[in-house]
């Protein structure tokens, strides 16, 4: 079973707030992505990498910086949060075909 | 400007029912269209997908139904039960776009007993 683990579960900060949030695969997958979840937005998708140092710009990336420092983590990274930030988060892993994406549980956001 | 787009964002079937989900697109580089379904508290997971070949794809009482020159798909849940409550999502990858999927805003669907 495909295994992808965020954290935290949720997060309170601050308008101007610095956040990370971090997620990690077992999956020996080397695409990792980013997306925020608002409803009638679906899911969209911020930033995502293909192996350790790589990055690639998503649909919705301003505001958000990302880092993937080995195959298996995927960071995302808020520097200067607003409150058009909160929002639910999921990371997800794939084969290079993906066909398949798994997703982990989801960071809850809040930006005060 | 949403590439994909769901009808409706809510719908409530009763038990036994046929439950019918609607997604269209505009991108005509798109050729691989995955439903992933999405429980409260979780991540969604794929449910059933279909290529753009194909106009039909079962698995169990999950149908997709693919209209290409119309840019319309749907998805039927046949004999729908209160387990299959949960938001559907249509997502839509082009053969030029990498690994890159684009999803619909989604269709919250609720089964009544």
């Known amino acids: 079973e495909a295994a992808v683990t965020q954290s935290p579960r949720n997060k309170v900060t601050v308008t101007g707030g610095n956040v990370t949030l971090s997620c990690r695969q077992t999956?020996?997958?080397?695409?990792m992505y980013w997306y925020r979840q608002d409803t009638g937005h679906g899911l969209r998708l911020i930033h995502y990498s293909y192996g350790a140092g790589n990055l690639q710009i998503g649909d919705v990336p301003d505001g958000y910086k990302a880092t993937r420092t080995t195959q298996e983590d995927f960071f995302l990274l808020l520097e200067l949060a607003s409150p058009s930030q909160t929002s639910l988060y999921f990371c997800?892993?794939?084969?290079?075909?993906?066909?398949?994406?798994?997703f982990g549980s989801g960071t809850r956001l809040t930006v005060l | 400007q949403q590439q994909v787009r769901q009808s409706p964002q809510s719908l409530t079937v009763w038990e036994g029912e046929t439950a019918i989900l609607n997604c269209s697109y505009e991108n005509s580089a798109f050729d691989y269209f995955p439903w992933y379904q999405q429980f409260p508290g979780e991540g969604p997971a794929l449910l059933i997908s279909?290529?753009?070949?194909?106009n039909k794809k079962e698995d169990g009482r999950f149908t997709i139904f693919f209209n290409k020159r119309e840019k319309k798909l749907s998805l039927h849940i046949a004999d729908s039960q209160p387990g299959d409550s949960a938001t559907y999502f249509c997502a839509a990858r082009g053969n030029n776009a990498g690994a890159k999927l684009t999803f619909g805003g989604g269709t919250r669907l609720t089964v009544r007993p």
């Open positions: 997800a892993s794939s084969g290079d075909s993906a066909e398949t994406l798994y």
């Open positions: 279909i290529l753009s070949v194909s």
């Open positions: 999956n020996s997958h080397n695409y």
